[in-house]
């Protein structure tokens, strides 16, 4: 079993910045590939998209296109943490953001965690 617990969420204007943090508690977290992923809470449906990945030792990474440039996914394997660096926020980022860990790394993404935290709303005014 793993527990993730999301931190960071908040308040910011357009083209600020944010870093979202998720702390995961359990198994060796080396062994878990992590990913964030969103959802628009204004939205009807429950699809959460995916954000961003990376995998167990730091040496692979995926973002989504509309964020490649702007957010920046890191881990801490002696911290059990991994992060979101999320610089030139948009409106449009405004999204309860989610952590999910998985033991394998790739896509489809849409296929990925095996654990999840309960997230953390990231709110972007214009």
């Known amino acids: 079993q793993v527990q993730l617990v999301e931190s960071g969420g908040g308040l910011v204007q357009a083209g600020g910045s944010l870093r979202l943090s998720c702390e995961a508690t359990g198994r060796t977290f080396s062994n878990y590939a992590m990913a964030w992923f969103r959802q628009d809470p204004g939205k009807e449906h429950n699809m959460r998209d995916f954000?961003?990945?990376?995998?167990?030792?730091?040496?692979?990474?995926e973002y989504l296109p509309s964020v490649k440039g702007r957010f920046t996914i890191s881990r801490d394997n002696a911290k059990n943490t991994v992060y979101l660096q999320m610089n030139s926020l948009k409106p449009e980022d405004t999204a309860v953001y989610y952590c999910a860990a998985d033991p394998s790394y790739g896509s489809p993404w849409y296929g990925f965690g095996h654990y999840w935290g309960k997230g953390t709303l990231v709110t972007v005014s214009s």
């Open positions: 954000v961003a990945a990376i995998d167990g030792n730091s040496s692979s990474t």
